[in-house]
Nanobody, 124 residues
C-alpha cells in the first residue's frame, strides 16, 4: 500500500488546512490510519489516529480541540482538518496506515505503511 498525502501549504496563524491521505492501489477500509508530524531536527511525533470504522479517534494533547481526524471509506480517504493553526504546528505531516480492526495506534511503530509527507507552514 502506498499512501499519498496532500493538502499542505502555507497559512497564517489561526488559519485552517485540510490534509488528505489516499492509498494506492488498495483500499483503506480495513486499516487503521494515523497522522504524524516532524519538524527539522526533531523526532516524528504522533498527531492523531482513527480506527478502521471511525469509532476510535485519538489526538495528541497539543492538537486536541483544534484538529479533527475523519475518514470516508466510500472515497477511500482519511482527512485531518486543522483549525486555529499555530506556528508550532509547522512541520512535515505524514499519514500512516496499518491493517487491523479496533485499533487507532498512537505510536509510529504500530504503522507499516507511510506516505511521503506534506509540508505545513504556519506564519504569524
Amino acid at each position: 500500500v502506498q499512501l499519498q498525502a496532500s493538502g499542505g501549504g502555507s497559512v497564517r496563524a489561526w488559519g485552517s488546512l485540510r490534509l488528505s491521505c489516499i492509498p494506492s492501489p488498495r483500499t483503506l477500509t480495513q486499516y487503521a490510519a494515523g497522522w504524524f508530524r516532524q519538524e527539522p531536527g526533531k523526532e516524528r511525533e504522533f498527531v492523531s489516529s482513527i480506527s478502521w470504522n471511525g469509532s476510535r479517534r485519538n489526538y495528541a494533547y497539543p492538537v486536541k480541540g483544534r484538529f479533527i481526524i475523519s475518514r470516508d471509506n466510500a472515497k477511500n480517504t482519511v482527512y485531518l482538518q486543522m483549525n486555529s493553526l499555530r506556528r508550532e504546528d509547522t512541520a512535515v505531516y505524514y499519514c500512516a496506515a496499518d491493517y487491523g480492526f479496533g485499533r487507532a495506534g498512537q505510536s509510529s511503530n504500530e504503522y507499516t505503511y507511510w506516505g511521503q509527507g506534506t509540508l505545513v507552514t504556519v506564519s504569524s
